[in-house]
């Protein structure tokens, strides 16, 4: 059985300032043109279909535009929902959809309800685990710590009782959404860590053939059976090295995977330059990035005049533009905004305490803060929820 692996779409996202809805629109024709080409029998969406709660009505459209294309192959899709979905929305008509062959997994007490689909060597049953907020969804997993992997385990332990129930034979497979150890993230993905541990061992999904996972942005590979797609288009300039793709994976009768990467179509590439204004306007080298989107760091000491406006005319596509003049470390004029790059809300917070006191946070304190950030994440998640 071949299947198409792909995850966060992010319809609706813009990049800077930069609708993505087109270079959307060609990704879901690059999709129907490979299920197409390759003879896929299966597509699998791991989750982050929108970008947010309540997407653009050009982004419902598309997505509506995706499904009947989807249907319309008569190729059987199986879906997630992912932190960034609101799950009660996507899910809205799910039963209708899934008559034409579309599967939208989006209520975590469906976790342990397949979906079976067959070829020559028997069936498949295809697992859908929605993203699992921990503190949303404890009680339905009956776990008293609400962490992503006491969830986690607690939905593969349903799929794996399921399994066992099953005719000997049966291949697995398991979308879902999740930070999961030694994938390596970028700058697009939401946050959700919950009392500081946001990452799951891979052994947690230890009994299915498949596991095809949506969240981290960058395509990559944990195990020969465990993936990530990655998104199909970039959403941070940290993505600028990422070759965006998804995965066509062949299920063999004995449920052995041969994992294929299929690159996605590219409508601009990215660029990261670095230099004070007047080198970037003259290094020859850079021509080659002059259509490419742009993010510029201008290291000049003193910040020189109009400096989107000069960029612009030789990189028309800049779109992001960062101060990083070169000054001595402890010159107290290094930007605030450096100071807090790749740095946790909970170091941030923990370093304010110690700035304002003299004395940084003890074990007491650190969990008061802990506890504060994981109340405001499960909050926003709540209300997207609703
Ligand atoms: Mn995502």
Known sequence: MKLLHTSDWHLGRAFHRVSMLGAQAGFIDHLVETVREHGVDVVLVSGDVYDRAVPPLAAVE??????????????????????????????????????????????????????????AHGDVAFYGLPYLEPALVKAEFGVDKAGHEAVLTAAMDRVRADLATRPTGTRSVVLAHAFVTGGEQSDSERDITVGGVAAVPSGVFDGVDYVALGHLHGCQTLTERVRYSGSPLPYSFSEAAHRKSMWLVDLDADGSVTAERLDCPVPRPLARLRGTLDDLLADPELA??????????????????????????????????????ERPPDDPAVSYARRLAGRSDQEIAEDFVAHVRGAGPDGHERTVLRDAFDAVRADDSLREAR
């Open 62 to 119: 598309l997505f509506d535009d995706a499904l009947h294309r989807l249907a319309g192959l008569g190729v059987p899709t199986v879906m997630i929902s992912g932190n960034h979905d609101s799950a009660r929305r996507l899910g809205v008509g799910a039963g209708l959809i899934g008559r034409a062959g579309i599967h939208l997994r989006t209520d975590p007490a469906g976790c342990g309800t397949p979906v079976v689909l067959h070829d």
């Open 288 to 325: 080659a990035h002059e259509d490419a989107w742009v993010e510029a760091t201008l290291t000049d000491p003193v910040r020189p005049a109009d400096p989107m406006a000069r960029l612009a005319e030789r990189f028309p596509h800049t779109l992001s533009l960062v101060f990083d003049p």
